[in-house]
C-alpha cells in the first residue's frame, strides 16, 4: 500500500515536472511573438504620499494576454525572459511605453521595473539616459526599480552604476526590500531615493508581531538614511493607520487602485487623488 501510494506521488510529481517544461517550452516560444502579435500591454498603479494621498507615481507593470492561452503573469514570463535574450527585447518595449505615457501626466513620475541582466548589460546608464532623450523627459521622471539580487552579486559595478544615474537624475528605488540577501552595512553604498517594502511583510502586519517589526525596522533603515519609503500591496485601512503611525512616506497597493490603463492613469494623474479616497474607482478591474 505505501509503495503504491509513494509510485502514485512519484507519476504525480513527473506529471507536474512535465507540465512545468511544457509550460516553459510554450512561453519561450510565443513570447518571442508576443510582441509583433501585439499581445503585451502595460498597466499603471499609482503610489501616493502618504500623508496627502497625493498621487506621486505610477508603478508600470507588464501585461501578457497570449491570444491563444489567455493572461500569463510577469511572475511566470519574466524570469524566463530573463534567462534568454528576450528580456532586453521585452525591456526595451516596456521602458518605451512607460516613457511615452509621461507626456499625459502633469508631473507624477513613472517606476518602471529592470531584471538584473537588464541592470547589468553594457552601458546601462547611456541606454537609459538615450531612451529618455527620445522621449523627450526629464531623468528626474523616471524612477528605475531594481531588486538585491541585481546589485549585490556585483556590488561595486552597481555602486557606480547607481552612482551616475543619480548624478544624471535618475530616481531609483530598491524593490522586494527585505527579501533579497543584502547586507545593511552595504545599502549605506548605493545611490538610492527609496526602499519599497515588500508585500509580503506588509501582508503579515495584521497578523504577526514580527511582520510589524520588520516593517518598523525597514522604515528606520530608510529614514537614518534618508530615503523614502513606499509600502507596496496596501489593502487596508488598518495596513495605513500603521504605516502611517510608523513613518511610510509613500502606498501603493488594491486600497488605492489596481494596476489602471495607461487611460485611466492619466486621468487619475491629473485629478491627483485616489484611493478609497478616491478619483478612479478602485474597482476598474485589471483587464
Ligand atoms: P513587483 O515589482 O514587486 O510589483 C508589485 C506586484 O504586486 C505587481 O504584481 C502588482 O500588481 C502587485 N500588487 C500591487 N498592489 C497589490 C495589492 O494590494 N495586493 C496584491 N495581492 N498585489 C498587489 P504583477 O503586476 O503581477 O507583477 C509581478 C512581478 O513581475 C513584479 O513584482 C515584477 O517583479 C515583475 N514585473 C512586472 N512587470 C515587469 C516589467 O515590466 N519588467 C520586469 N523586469 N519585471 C516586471
Ligand atoms: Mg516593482
Ligand atoms: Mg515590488
Ligand atoms: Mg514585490
Redesign the pocket.
Known sequence: EAKRSGRNAARLFDESLDEGIRLRRQIESNLSQAIARDELSMLF?PIVATDTFEVVGF????RWHAVAGGPI???AF?PIAEESNLIHEL?DW?LARSLAVLKDWPGQYVSV???PRQFRRHNFVGYVMEQVQRANVAPSRLQI?ITETAIFDDAERAADTMYRLRQMGFRIAL??FGTGYSSLYNIRKFALDSLKID?SFIDGMMRERESVAIVHSIIHLGQALGLGVIA????TDGQVAMLRAAGASHL???LFAV?ITAEHAAALAKSGITGVYAAVPSTVAES
Do not use: C, K, T
Open positions: 498603479q508603478e508600470a507593470l507588464l503573469s510577469p511572475a519574466i525591456g516596456v521595473n529592470f531584471s526599480e524593490d522586494d508585500r507596496e500591496g496596501v489593502e501603493q497597493g488594491y494596476p
